[in-house]
C-alpha cells in the first residue's frame, strides 16, 4: 500500500472515532450507515484522484463532487438525474431541506431522529470536514492542524446537547489526533531510511524504540489528567442551540416545553416515535381539549405566545354547566402551563400557580408540570347550543380587550381572501360559519405535515393557497381571517382528547394540538376547530359546530362526538374546488401521513440506493476478485504445477512469508513448510512438483496439488495472526503487488513511448551542425 493510500484510510478512520459524541444526539444507530458511507465515498474520491497523479486542486475537487453525489442520491426527492446528477430543482429541495433541519434544531431536544432536514445538514456538515480533514493529513501533511477538524467534530453535539454527550466520549477524538500525529511521524522517519539499534543491528521502521514509548506513556498520562478533570472539575454550561432556543422564545415567555409553543407543537407532531404524556381518569363519558396556551398576539411574524403578565391568585369561581372530576397524571410533561379541561371549578396540585385575568391560562409560579406527579381537576362544561350562538352579539368594541382580540397587521391579499369567504354575512355567527366552512375539506383543504411549520403572512397565504396543511395553519388561518372580520378571536393550544385506554385516557406527544376561541357576548369564549377530524387523532366535535364534507360524504350531525376507540375515518378522495387533486389517506397519526408524502401507500422504492449499495460493495471487491483467481487456477480445466505454485507465491505475499526470487522451488517449499509446519507435506510436494515442471520433459502431474494448496492455506491461516488474517482474506497484498507491478509496467512503457516520441521530434527539428573544416576557410579562421 502507497504512503498516500495508507495515509487516506488513517484520516478517514481518525474522523469517523470522533463522530461518536452523535450517539447522544440522534435516536438509535441509524444515522451511523450514512455517515461512514460519506466518509468512505470522499475518501476514495480523494484517493483515486491521487492515484492518477493529480494535484490537491483537483483532489478537493473530486471529494467535493463525491460529496454532492451522496446528498443528490439520498435526498434529491426524484428531482436529480439518474439519481446522482443533480439539477437546479435540486439545489431548491436541498434549500427547503436546509430550512427543515435549522427549524427542527431549534425546536427539537436531543435524542432527535436521524432524518429530513437534520439528516441532510448532518451529512452535509460532516463531507465538508472530511474534505478538510483529508486535505490537512494527506494533501498539505500537516496532521497538527487536523486536530482543528477532530475538534469541530467534538465539540458540535457538545456545544448542541451539553447533557446529551457524556465525558468519556472524549477518549476517541484524543486517541484518532495522536494515532494521526504517531502515522505521519512514522512514514516521515520511513523516508531516512533503514534503522539501525544501538548494537548496529537493522531493524524494521516499526520495531519499538524508548522515545516511542516514553511517547506513548506521555499521551495516554495526558488523556487520563484531561479526562479526571473534566469528571472532578464542575461545569455550568449551556448548549449553543439552548440560547438559540431562548431567544427564539422571547426571553420568558412559556412555552409547552422549553422552547415556543409553535416550535414544540410542530416538533411533536412530527416525531417518529409516540411518547405517552399524560394518563386522565374523568367522570366525563367524553372530554373535549385539554387548554394549555393562549396566542392572542397578531403581527405580520404570526400569533406569538402570550406573556402571562397580568396575573392573580388562583381563585376559581362556579360556572354553569354539567359538572365533571378528572384525575390527571403527568407521565413526561414539563411545562410552566397547566393543562385544564373546561371552566375549572376546583384544583387540587402542588406548587404555586396563579391565573391569567387576560387568558384564564393557569400558570406556574416558580412551579412546573416538571415537579407536578398528578393533580386532581373540577371544572364544568357549558354545553352551549348553535341557536345560543347564532343570537349572540360579538365583543363590544368599547371592551378593553378588544385592540388585544382584533389587531391585525394589513395584507391586501389576505383582506381580498376574506371578503370573498364571508359573502353576505353579517353577525358574529354567521362570520364565524363562513369562515369555518371555507377552511373545511369541502372546499377542498387536506390535511398535511407536509408544510413549513411558520405562521407568518406568507405562510398563511400560502396555506390559503395550496389549501395542504396542519392544525397550526388551520388555527393561524382561521383566527387571522376573523380578526380581518371585525371578530374577537385568538388561537389555543393544548392537547386533543387522546384515545381510550380501558376506563382511562392516555394523551401522547401525538396528541398535541392548535384550534381557535371566537368570543361571544354572553357565552364569552367558544371554541372552534377548524382541522379536519380526518387528521387529528382524538378529535372533538361540537353540537355548535357541523364538518362540511364533500357531496359524497355523508355529513357528520350535530353533537356527533369521534369515538376514541377507532381511528380517524379517511379523508376524502376528491377535492370540490379541484377535483383532479387526490386527497391523503390519514394514517394511524399525523407522523404516519408525514412519512407517506401524501401516498396513502408504503415508502416508494428509490433506486439511488441500489446505486449506493453497490458503492458499499466495493471494499469487498479485492477478496471476491483474489478467491475467483485462485478458483480459475486450481480449477480442474486449468490446474497444473506452474498455476499451482503462482497460488502458493500469492498466499505466501497474502500471509506475510518472505520468499526471495532466488530460491529454488525446493528451497521456497521449506521456508514455507517452517511458516506452515502442519502443512510440510503439502509444501513438499507442491516444491517438488514445480520443480519437475521446470527441468523434467514430462512436467508434474497435477493430481492433487489442488488439495495440497488448500491444506497450506489452511494452515497459514490459522497459524496467521487475527490482522494478517483479515487483510489475506479483504485486501490481499498479492494483489496490490500485481497492480503496483502493472502500473509500473505501464508507466515505463509510457516512459519509453515518450522518449521515442521526443527523440523524433528532435531528429525532425535538429539543424545541421556547423563544421571546423570548410573548403574555403575555417569556421575559427586559422590559417
Same mark, same amino acid.
Given at each position: ?29 441509524? #444515522? ?15 484517493? +483515486? &484522484? ?46 427547503? +431541506? ?21 439528516? !441532510? ?28 477538524? =477532530?475538534?469541530?467534530?467534538?465539540? @458540535? ?12 466520549? !472524549? ?30 543491528? /537493522?531493524?524494521? %521502521? ?10 506513548? #506513556? ?13 469528571? @472532578? ?15 427564539? %422564545? ?14 414544540? /407543537? ?28 393562549? +396566542?392572542?398576539? =397578531?403581527?405580520? $411574524? ?35 402551563? =397547566? ?13 404555586? #400557580? ?99 411549520? *411558520? ?8 396555506? +390559503? ?7 397550526? %395553519?388551520? *388555527? ?86 369521534? $369515538? ?45 440506493? /441500489?446505486?449506493?449499495?453497490?458503492? *458499499? ?66 509444501? &513438499? ?22 488439495? *495440497? ?17 483479515? %487483510? ?6 498479492? /494483489? ?48
Amino acid at each position: 500500500m502507497s504512503g498516500q493510500r495508507h495515509a487516506t484510510m488513517v484520516a478517514a478512520a481518525t474522523l469517523a472515532l470522533t463522530l461518536t459524541p452523535l450517539i447522544g444526539i440522534f435516536e438509535g444507530i441509524g #444515522w451511523i450507515v450514512p455517515v461512514l458511507f460519506t466518509i468512505a465515498v470522499i475518501a476514495t474520491a480523494a484517493s +483515486l &484522484t491521487r492515484a492518477a497523479g493529480r494535484g490537491q486542486g483537483l483532489q478537493t475537487l473530486a471529494m467535493c463532487a463525491g460529496l454532492l453525489i451522496v446528498l443528490t442520491a439520498g435526498f434529491s426527492g426524484g428531482t436529480a438525474i439518474l439519481f446522482v446528477i443533480p439539477t437546479p430543482d435540486t439545489f431548491s429541495h436541498f434549500g427547503l +431541506l436546509v430550512g427543515e433541519g435549522i427549524a427542527g434544531i431549534v425546536r427539537e431536544a436531543p435524542p432527535v431522529p436521524a432524518e429530513g432536514g437534520i439528516l !441532510f445538514l448532518t451529512l452535509f456538515g460532516i463531507g465538508l470536514v472530511a474534505i478538510l480533514h483529508d486535505m490537512f493529513v494527506v494533501g498539505l501533511r500537516t496532521p497538527a492542524l487536523a486536530g482543528l477538524t =477532530l475538534l469541530t467534530m467534538y465539540l @458540535v453535539p457538545v456545544s448542541v446537547a451539553p447533557d446529551a454527550t457524556a465525558w468519556f466520549w !472524549f477518549i476517541l477524538p484524543a486517541v484518532s489526533y495522536l494515532w494521526l500525529l504517531a502515522d505521519d511521524n512514522l512514514r516521515r522517519v520511513s523516508a531516512f531510511g533503514h534503522r539501525f539499534t544501538g548494537a548496529g543491528q /537493522l531493524v524494521s %521502521q516499526r520495531f519499538p524504540s524508548p522515545m516511542a514509548r516514553t511517547a506513548r #506513556w506521555s499521551a495516554l498520562g495526558f488523556i487520563l489528567v484531561t479526562l479526571l478533570s473534566l469528571t @472532578v472539575v464542575p461545569t455550568n454550561t449551556s448548549g449553543f442551540i439552548d440560547r438559540i432556543a431562548e431567544g427564539y %422564545q422571547g426571553g420568558d415567555a412559556a412555552g409547552l416545553g422549553d422552547v415556543n409553543p409553535w416550535a414544540q /407543537l410542530s416538533g411533536s407532531l412530527n416525531q417518529p416515535e409516540e411518547v405517552d404524556v399524560l394518563r386522565v381518569s374523568t367522570t366525563d363519558p367524553s372530554p373535549q381539549y385539554l387548554r394549555m396556551h393562549v +396566542l392572542d398576539e =397578531l403581527s405580520s $411574524d404570526g400569533f406569538a405566545p402570550n406573556d402571562y403578565d397580568d396575573r392573580e391568585a388562583l381563585v376559581l369561581d362556579g360556572a354553569q354547566g354539567e359538572t365533571f372530576t378528572a384525575e390527571i397524571e403527568n407521565l413526561r410533561m414539563e411545562a410552566p402551563v =397547566l393543562p385544564v379541561y373546561g371552566t375549572p371549578v376546583d384544583l387540587a396540585v402542588d406548587g404555586n #400557580w396563579e391565573r391569567d385575568t387576560a387568558t384564564d391560562v393557569i400558570v406556574g409560579d416558580n412551579s412546573d408540570m416538571g415537579d407536578v406527579e398528578n393533580y386532581t381537576l373540577t371544572y364544568t362544561d357549558p354545553g352551549f347550543d348553535a341557536e345560543t350562538l347564532a343570537n349572540a352579539d360579538g365583543m363590544d368594541p368599547d371592551d378593553e380587550r378588544w385592540d388585544a382580540n382584533t389587531s391585525h397587521p394589513d395584507v391586501p391579499e389576505l383582506t381580498e381572501i376574506v371578503e370573498q369567504a364571508l359573502g353576505g354575512a353579517t353577525t358574529v355567527h354567521e362570520k364565524v360559519l363562513a369562515v369555518y366552512n371555507h377552511l373545511s375539506v369541502a372546499n377542498g383543504f387536506q390535511y398535511s405535515l407536509e408544510t413549513t411549520d *411558520a405562521g407568518n403572512d406568507e405562510a398563511i397565504l400560502d396555506f +390559503l393557497l395550496t389549501k395542504r396543511g396542519y392544525c397550526q %395553519q388551520y *388555527a393561524a388561518a382561521m383566527a387571522w381571517m376573523l380578526r380581518e372580520a371585525d371578530v374577537a378571536a385568538r388561537v389555543v393550544i393544548g392537547m386533543s382528547k387522546g384515545g381510550r385506554s380501558g376506563e382511562e385516557w392516555v394523551l401522547t406527544s401525538h396528541d398535541y394540538h392548535a384550534w381557535v376561541e371566537v368570543y361571544y357576548d354572553g357565552p364569552g369564549w367558544v371554541t372552534w376547530d377548524p382541522t379536519p377530524t380526518s387528521g387529528v387523532p382524538g378529535s372533538v366535535s361540537f353540537p355548535w359546530t357541523t364538518e362540511p364534507a364533500p357531496e359524497d360524504e355523508e355529513t357528520t350531525e350535530p353533537g356527533a362526538t369521534a $369515538d376514541p376507540s377507532t381511528e380517524p375515518s379517511e379523508a376524502p378522495s376528491t377535492s370540490a374546488a379541484d377535483p383532479s387533486a387526490e386527497a391523503e389517506a390519514p394514517t394511524d397519526g399525523p407522523t404516519g401521513q408525514a412519512a407517506d408524502n401524501g401516498t396513502g401507500g408504503g415508502p416508494a422504492f428509490n433506486p439511488a440506493w /441500489l446505486l449506493l449499495l453497490l458503492l *458499499a460493495a466495493v471494499p469487498f471487491a479485492p477478496a471476491v476478485w483474489r478467491t475467483l483467481l485462485r478458483r480459475s487456477r486450481l480449477g480442474p480445466a486449468r490446474l497444473s504445477a506452474k498455476t499451482a505454485w503462482d497460488e502458493v507465491l500469492d498466499l505466501a505475499l497474502d500471509y506475510g512469508v518472505g520468499l526471495s526470487d532466488s530460491l529454488t522451488p525446493r528451497q521456497a517449499a521449506g521456508v514455507l513448510a517452517q511458516a506452515a509446519p502442519g502443512a510440510r507435506e503439502a509444501a &513438499t510436494a507442491l516444491g517438488s512438483a514445480m520443480a519437475r515442471h521446470r527441468y523434467s520433459p514430462k512436467g508434474a502431474d497435477p493430481t492433487g496439488l489442488a488439495d *495440497a494448496v488448500h491444506d497450506l492455506r489452511s494452515e497459514l491461516d490459522r497459524r496467521a495472526a487475527r490482522g494478517r488474517r483479515a %487483510q489475506a482474506r479483504f485486501w490481499p497484498a498479492s /494483489l496490490l503487488v500485481k497492480l503496483s507491478a502493472k502500473q509500473a509496467e505501464e508507466s515505463a512503457r509510457l516512459a519509453r513511448r515518450s522518449a521515442r516520441a521526443a527523440d523524433r521530434v528532435r531528429t525532425a527539428v535538429r539543424r545541421p551542425r556547423r563544421s571546423n573544416s570548410r573548403k574555403d576557410r575555417a569556421v575559427t579562421r586559422r590559417p
